[in-house]
């Protein structure tokens, strides 16, 4: 039966990979041309309905499995110790939207207490990714600790402030000030203060923020994206 629905999982994302993967060319990391969903997000991002654990269990599809898939989430129920494969087994239930199973995989990543700093971000990356941001939270606090002038961590660490479901909007303008310091011009950042300061209601301070986003980069995703934010008010 567990290799039944294994199979299942497989069919599904068979049929949804490459869907992903096209849309996650605009992902979290790239900076100049476009951002990822976390750094150009006005609204949350993230599913609004859960897949459930059973959907994914019994998919109706006749796929078949994809050998890669199956290898990597054979790997992480035979590996329970392994970091790198809960992470990999999470990220492909996210892929297909299965949040509850994703965050299964996350938990059991987290409870191996990764040291080094490359899987500390990515243990704050996948919390964040199923709109856990508490947990992101804490895990984006302990990367900075060890490299405080990660401006793409100190970023996120913002957008969590922002995208919770009680915002601390004051916490968020903090973090993407310290954030600015050591990388005034750094658009994502920009981009994301002035998104706290407009749901925060000060819409006069984000509106100095896209000037000067306009004065980096005039021709930016993000001035675009800024001007229909203020505009809708």
């Avoid at 869907?19 to 996650?24: E, L």
Wanted: net charge neutral; proline share 6%.
């Amino acid at each position: 039966m567990q290799k039944k629905n294994l199979f299942g999982v497989c069919g599904l994302i068979a049929g949804l990979i490459i869907g992903f993967y096209i849309a996650n060319t605009i992902n979290r990391r790239e900076i100049s041309e476009q951002q990822n969903p976390r750094q150009n997000t006005v609204n949350p991002s993230f599913p609004q309905q859960q897949t459930q654990a059973a959907d994914i269990k019994e998919p109706q599809t006749q796929g078949k499995p994809l050998p890669e898939v199956s290898e990597k989430l054979d790997r992480a129920r035979n590996e329970p110790a392994n970091f790198d494969a809960q992470i990999q087994a999470g990220n492909i239930y996210l892929q297909i939207r299965g949040l509850d199973k994703a965050k299964e995989f996350f938990d059991k990543a987290e409870q191996i207490n990764p040291k080094e700093y490359e899987n500390i971000v990515k243990l704050g990356n996948a919390y964040f990714d199923i709109g856990r941001f508490e947990k992101a939270e804490k895990w984006y606090v302990q990367a900075l600790n060890t490299k405080p002038d990660d401006i793409n961590v100190r970023t996120d660490l913002g957008i969590t402030f922002v995208e919770r479901e009680k915002p601390d909007f004051d916490r968020a303008i903090k973090e993407f000030q310290t954030g600015l310091q050591t990388h005034p011009k750094y658009e994502p950042t920009l981009y994301n203060l002035a998104i706290a300061y407009f749901k925060k209601g000060d819409a006069e301070q984000a509106a100095k923020i896209l000037s000067q986003l306009e004065e980096i980069n005039p021709q930016s995703q993000l001035v675009k994206r800024l001007e229909q934010v203020l505009s809708s008010k």
